[in-house]
């Protein structure tokens, strides 16, 4: 302390000057002229004539407290902790709340202990270019119809939430046991509440009562609006509202209608999930001012929304503003329109320039415990033989451009044991990939398109089994045993053609540099689309969510077929 | 949290239903029409159709959460804190952050001990009616020029932050000692951050280098911007503005005006020092906000302010809303223009209706750490002569409606080993009375207006020494003695006429019922200008300031004349 104010008395030189910016007060709203003057990885003031170690020129310029991320989901980029920072840090994020939901489903607590420690590794001149603020996941399974590598209940929870590893519960999205009180949910938030730490929400539309029980449990959050009114409701029970710019689901431009003047402070911004590529050229909170600021908010609230509502939701307490004795994590930016990032310091090292990342990340710490995950009970083309009693099947149908599906009841023909594919219909299979248990799913579905081959992945929401689809037996059993080959990842199998992208962490992420990630991606994906995949079907991110039984109507995991909204198993046969 | 979630979904009864209320949403601003439901302390919800042990009328009335009072120093109500709870929950207070600055000097610990004890010990029903945070002192003494009865240095101030007891450190007026980076200094503001409490500021005007070193030392408030550019100074630094309605000092109106849409949350509401007169009368907060309002100020910003603003501001998770899983501290007014206040809830508990507290607050508190604290060492009236040796004095001149002083260089003449006193000159005496040193402070002053007689009192910023002022020796001797047998006061004395008014705890605040010393505190002070004192002084609140060696010009302590302005000791005699 003494040398921070001594520094600010101009008594002591500091270790950085940056000069020529203007500098954002989150405080005020307004842009000051001046000089940002840094010590020891701390704000000490705005003013000017300091001496200094460094000088950054920030002339014509703007200067950001750097963006929190407030929910993000690492996993979902398909990178490595040291990857995701080198995109994610050169787009001006400084903390990530991060939601380790993913990789917990797979490898338990050791999946976030792996998350935790391989993002502190990194460092620049002993700085860790990105904080992270990590979840305990409060789902882990996230539904009881499934095998999932991993199971933390209440009793578990309660062990584990007061680690200093662990920053809050993650996204309870189990909101029907909240305002159910079911037993052993009510022991992981109160465990919480003890700890004193934050609970995220995941609670799209619930509004009256229900939300009203929810918001008892002292959950703090919600990503999930499903629009302005949604917002509203869910700040006046107070709970923050964060905006998402995920990949695939947006909702910054219907939500923000919901901000004012007043309420602005009850907004955060997250991006929950995003890919990779998205990551590298869309960028992550930058691209979610853009976004927000386009929606005609003032710049100061937008900016806000990234930086002190942010800090304040979590209690992060020297995060979130340019001012003295806060942290000098700063962002410099061409306007506050584009938000476009010309550099990025953490605790006032530089560890980030001209959109690239200056700390090392090409090794990756890869512990046992995240490698060698995908454990599958020996598959044969006979494995996948489905063989119907009565004459009508229960169809998964997939609808282009959304995750819903719907069920139909379809006449099927069945000759040597196993059902005969008419044109259109695929089988999908969720093989359980944790244990060997041999747990194998099946249904058909309509709508996929795949022809003349399987493909499938070790992604899947939020078990992560392996999901496969195809058009015969054999394409599928060389497809499983590929992702096991491979410790997981995305394979396809076309007529004695073959190809794997491994995604050799937990089968979730790749330990490869990000652009071979985006380039591998995109040329597996493009196989798979010569495969005749419908128009308006993402290959295997459809896949990724055919498993996630709490969306309607029907999903599949490696126990059966379940309709979502009998909230139960049911069968492949119509007739039953 | 069983009970609420339960309540909130009306599977159970709740305890408390507020009916025909409009709600005030500190969150969205806006009013809601509804039920306010309260189970085991807290608000479960807002809604329709909740059954309930208790349903309260309150048609046509507005709640809002109850008023957080930013910093008070309840010893300068002169109540006890049994009195003074009394006279603030009525007008809609539920949390106070009080600096015991004033006991603390003299008596140490035991006195913020004793204050904790005596607001812990109310009820009702279990019910405690008025939280209080109580901040560890950080100037004890105020000054290096004066004999206090305690001394917290920075090796005591470490050992007492870390405990239970304490919620902070009380305002750190030594702002000098802050921007000197001084080593004792350092150590409190060092160990108040790592027991990660907050820490109060107090420093007018400061601005430029010296704002952002003081801010350095992490200090997170202030109540002492002198106008609206202060304030904006204050708030681009990350410091809360807390705009103060003490009795003597208001800056409401004129801070008022640095508040805007954008950093309305950065300003919160205190009283500072507030008389019991005006505690009983004119309220608390709620006058504030009257105030606050009649400036032009939107009712949901001024709202928050006293609520939200402050709550996130000292990290009050519960306070500060009526909102599921929040404390049910609730007032109710008839509008939210005067801010009458009608009832007052504490967690689901009634403890207030119509200006009137419902729970006992007769019964004293008294341990035997805050009676007997006026030692003093026999003094006569020979005590108080003033032989000077020269032809010329330095007069502490007295200006009316202000608590600044002048110097005055005079011509004077002695006789019998005492000097003669002119027309309008008095004697002003400050004795030590906490552990009978003998010391006694003298010098001359002009403007006071005394005529035949003495008064004095034992309340004197900061270390509450005797203040006594007179035009002769007898009557000074007199009250001093009266004071001593009081256990401390307020008391005159005038040929042969004697009065006295006992502050029995700590020499600083009466044992008596708060009508009873409203009461005798206008008869003493009737009697005190019957004695001739000037128009524009208040006999004795003006004493009180005489000994205060922070404000220009002359300051008298025990230990002689001080010059602020030169920060040292001066003589009595101008030509020495």
Redesign the interface.
């Known amino acids: 302390?003494?040398h921070?104010?001594?520094?600010?008395?101009?008594r002591e030189s500091c270790d950085l000057v940056i000069r020529g910016a203007k500098i954002f007060?989150v405080?005020?709203?307004?842009f000051?002229e001046g000089e940002l003057a840094v010590k020891n990885g701390?704000v000490?003031?705005?003013?000017t004539g300091y001496a200094a170690a460094r000088v950054y020129d920030a002339a014509g310029l703007i200067a950001l407290p750097s963006f929190i991320d407030a929910h993000i989901h690492v996993e979902s980029s398909t990178l490595s902790p040291e990857e995701f920072a080198a995109l994610s840090v050169p787009h001006g994020t400084g903390v990530i709340v991060a939601d380790p939901h993913e990789i917990v489903n797979v490898c338990g607590i050791a999946g976030a202990e792996y998350m935790h420690e391989a993002f502190s590794r990194l460092s620049v001149n002993g700085v860790n270019p990105l904080d992270i603020c990590l979840q305990l996941p409060s789902c882990v399974p996230a539904s009881p119809f499934e095998t999932s590598g991993a199971v933390l209940g209440g009793r578990e929870t309660e062990e584990e939430i007061g680690r200093d590893l662990f920053f809050g519960l993650g996204e309870m999205m189990n909101f029907p046991a909240?305002?159910g009180?079911d037993g052993d949910n009510?022991i992981k938030?109160?465990a919480t509440?003890a700890a004193g730490k934050i609970i995220d929400g995941h609670a799209p539309g619930l509004t009256?009562?229900?939300l009203?029980?929810y918001?008892?449990?002292?959950i703090k959050t919600d990503h999930e609006c499903l629009d302005a009114n949604d917002c509203?409701d869910k700040?006046?029970?107070?709970i923050y509202v964060q905006l998402r710019n995920g990949s695939s689901c947006h909702n910054i431009e219907e939500n923000s209608k919901a901000m004012n003047?007043?309420?602005y402070?009850?907004f955060i911004l997250c991006s929950d999930d995003r890919n990779a590529h998205d990551l590298k050229y869309t960028g992550e909170l930058d691209d979610a001012l853009r976004r927000l600021v386009a929606c005609g908010v003032p710049a100061?609230?937008a900016i806000a929304c990234a930086t002190l509502n942010t800090a304040?939701c979590y209690?992060l307490k020297k995060k979130g503003?340019l001012?003295?004795?806060?942290d000098a994590d700063i962002v410099l930016v061409k306007d506050v329109k584009e938000f476009e990032v010309c550099a990025v310091f953490k605790r006032g090292q530089l560890v980030a320039e001209h959109g690239k990342a200056l700390f090392a990340h090409e090794k990756r710490y890869l512990p046992e415990t995240v490698g060698s995950t995908v454990r599958v009970k020996a598959v044969t083309a006979q494995s996948f033989a489905m063989d119907f009693k009565g004459k009508r099947a229960r169809v998964m149908s997939i609808k282009p451009n959304g995750i819903v599906t719907e069920e139909r009841i379809e006449d099927v023909t069945c000759r040597n044991g196993d059902v005969v594919l008419s044109k259109g219909l695929c089988k999908l299979a969720v093989v359980e990939r944790h244990f060997a248990t041999g747990n194998i799913g099946k249904c058909l579905v309509r709508g996929y398109g795949i022809r003349g081959g399987a493909l499938g992945i070790t992604v899947a929401h939020d078990s992560h089994n392996i999901v496969v689809v195809g058009d015969n037996n054999e394409d599928m059993a060389r497809v499983v045993a590929l992702l096991e080959k491979a410790g997981g990842g995305m394979a396809m199998a076309s007529k004695g053609v073959e190809d794997v992208f491994p995604l050799d962490i937990a089968g979730l992420m790749s330990s490869a540099p990000a652009d071979e990630v985006i380039a591998r991606t995109k040329a597996i994906t493009d196989k798979a689309l010569k495969m005749g995949v419908e128009k308006g079907i993402e290959p295997y991110m459809t896949l990724v969510f055919l498993s996630l039984a709490v969306i309607p109507k029907l999903r599949l995991t490696d126990k059966g077929l379940v309709d979502v909204d009998l909230f139960d198993f049911v069968s492949n046969e119509a007739d039953a």
């Open positions: 302390m003494k921070l104010i001594d520094s600010a008395m101009k007060n405080f005020t709203g307004e000051e701390s000490v003031g705005v003013g909240v305002i009180a009510l938030l109160t509440h009256g009562d229900a009203n029980a918001a008892c449990a002292g509203r700040i006046a029970r107070g003047e007043y309420n402070r009850r100061a609230r304040e209690g503003a001012a003295p004795a806060y």
